[in-house]
T-cell receptor, first 113, second 115 residues
Framework: GGIITQTPKFLIGQEGQKLTLKCQQN?????MYWYRQDSGKGLRLIYY???????QKGDLSEGYDASREKKSSFSLTVTSAQKNEMAVFLC????????????FGPGTRLLVL | GEKVEQHESTLSVREGDSAVINCTYT??????FPWYKQEAGKSLHFVID?????DRKQSQRLTVLLDKKAKRFSLHITATQPEDSAIYFC??????????????FGEGTQVTVIS
């Protein structure tokens, strides 16, 4: 089996700040994803990457950047944190693509003051 | 793009009874429909999926039904147990499949099993 780790677990930022979230997987999966989960809502895809150095925009990419420096890691940057923003960011990976099982990390909880 | 609607936002069932969660999708080209479970305070994990070449799939107490004509799929949980209490998310893959494509998720159904 494998595991997905996300750092940090909790992130408190200030309005306008640039914030970076990191994700690592040891499944040796090709595809990695970043989702945002807001309370009472489903998951919305921010970015995904099908291989090292690839980036594909999801439905919610505005206000975010992403980077896939190597196969095992995928980072997400909130380019300018919005005041009172509160959400959980979930990283996931799958062996190949969207029609394979996705394995999720534990999440990073963001709070912007 | 694909839109997935999950019809029940909450569902309460007595232990031992069955629970059914219904989802509809919009993209006729969608061909992959997984379900994920999120227990309180935890992340999501995969529970079962169905592909468009079949209309029924069962795994222990879970059954997924797919009606392609109606663009509807459902999760049936039989003989519910307290550990089935969680948020369940349905999802659909937007038809491109393989290396590309993405999953679109429904908004989740909170299932509570009452002992």
């Amino acid at each position: 089996g494998g595991i997905i780790t996300q750092t940090p677990k909790f992130l408190i930022g200030q309005e306008g700040q640039k914030l970076t979230l990191k994700c690592q997987q040891n499944f040796n999966h090709d595809t990695m994803y970043w989702y945002r989960q807001d309370s009472g809502k489903g998951l919305r895809l921010i970015y995904y990457s099908i291989t090292e150095n690839d980036l594909q925009k999801g439905d919610l990419s505005e206000g975010y950047d992403a980077s896939r420096e190597k196969k095992s890691s995928f980072s997400l940057t909130v380019t300018s944190a919005q005041k009172n923003e509160m959400a959980v960011f979930l990283c996931a990976s799958s062996i190949w693509g969207a029609q394979d099982t996705q394995y999720f990390g534990p999440g990073t909880r963001l709070l912007v003051l | 793009g694909e839109k997935v609607e999950q019809h029940e936002s909450t569902l309460s069932v007595r232990e031992g009874d069955s629970a059914v969660i219904n989802c509809t999708y919009t993209d006729t080209a969608s061909s992959y429909f997984p379900w994920y479970k999120q227990e309180a305070g935890k992340s999501l994990h995969f529970v079962i999926d169905i592909r468009s070449n079949v209309d029924r799939k069962q795994s222990q107490r879970l059954t997924v039904l797919l009606d392609k004509k109606a663009k509807r799929f459902s999760l049936h949980i039989t003989a519910t147990q307290p550990e089935d209490s969680a948020i369940y998310f349905c999802a659909a893959s937007g038809g491109t499949g393989g290396l590309s494509g993405k999953l679109t998720f429904g908004e989740g159904t909170q299932v509570t099993v009452i002992s």
